[in-house]
Nanobody, 123 residues
Framework: QVQLVESGGGLVQAGGSLRLSCVAS????????TGWFRQAPGKERELVAA????????YYADAVKGRFAISRDNAKNTVYLQMNSLNPEDTAVYSC????????????????WGQGTQVTVSS
């Protein structure tokens, strides 16, 4: 099993940047595909970005392509989400998730979840 703890959320003005971090417990973090999800009030949870076990493969939702970048440092058991050019539509609770089930692009495919961190973008 793995436990995930996110940090780095906050309030930022439109056009600004934030970097989210997700630190995992356990010695086998490199075995997990990891994703960042977000959920805005009244909306379904959506996958924002995902990264392969080694970090050489990534996925981005269309809404964030070119603005967000996911990366990982397996030596530090950490996954990052660099968010640039933020806009109010990016306001949501962001959660990281991990799975041993290979490449997954839906929430149902992820087994382990962090508690989430709030990102609020003001206009």
């Amino acid at each position: 099993q793995v436990q995930l703890v996110e940090s780095g959320g906050g309030l930022v003005q439109a056009g600004g940047s934030l970097r989210l971090s997700c630190v995992a417990s356990g010695r086998t973090f490199s075995s997990y595909v990891t994703g960042w999800f977000r959920q805005a009030p009244g909306k379904e949870r959506e996958l924002v970005a995902a990264i392969s076990r080694s970090g050489d493969g990534t996925y981005y939702a269309d809404a964030v392509k070119g603005r967000f970048a996911i990366s990982r440092d397996n030596a530090k058991n950490t996954v990052y989400l660099q968010m640039n050019s933020l806009n109010p539509e990016d306001t949501a609770v962001y959660s990281c998730a991990a799975t041993l089930s290979g490449w997954q692009t839906t929430a149902r495919g992820y087994d382990y979840w962090g508690q989430g961190t709030q990102v609020t973008v003001s206009s």
